[in-house]
């Protein structure tokens, strides 16, 4: 059985940054993902990674301030959050993909950016 554990929520102020993490137990992975889901929101894509090519995708709202990374040998995925902003508040998830092609989500942890 598949077990994602999520860490690293927290409250901050805007500008400052948190590293959420999320471990997978259970299996290997293809695929990490970080969704988000704001108050009244959509859950949406925050940030990608693929675990054998190391390519990464994000949202367009947080290029260049967010991080996806990976340690392969300890099936854990890091999202670093810099230059957070209120509009960041949200329910960060945590979502895999194993082989083949099962899908596997986080608690969530929450995120609050006060202004």
């Known amino acids: 059985q598949v077990q994602l554990v999520e860490s690293g929520g927290g409250l901050v102020q805007a500008g400052g940054s948190l590293r959420l993490s999320c471990a997978v137990f259970g299996s290997s992975v293809e695929e990490m993902d970080w969704y988000r889901q704001g108050p009244g929101k959509q859950r949406e894509l925050v940030a990608q990674?693929?675990?054998?090519?190391?390519?990464?995708k994000y949202a367009d709202g947080v290029k260049g301030r967010f991080t996806i990374s990976r340690d392969n040998a300890k099936n854990t995925a890091y999202l670093e959050m810099n230059g957070l902003q209120p509009e960041d508040t949200a329910v960060y998830y945590c979502?895999?993909?194993?082989?083949?092609?099962?899908?596997?989500w986080g608690q969530g942890t929450q995120v609050t950016v006060s202004s």
């Open positions: 990674i693929f675990t054998s090519s190391g390519r990464t």
């Open positions: 979502h895999v993909v194993t082989f083949p092609f099962n899908s596997h």
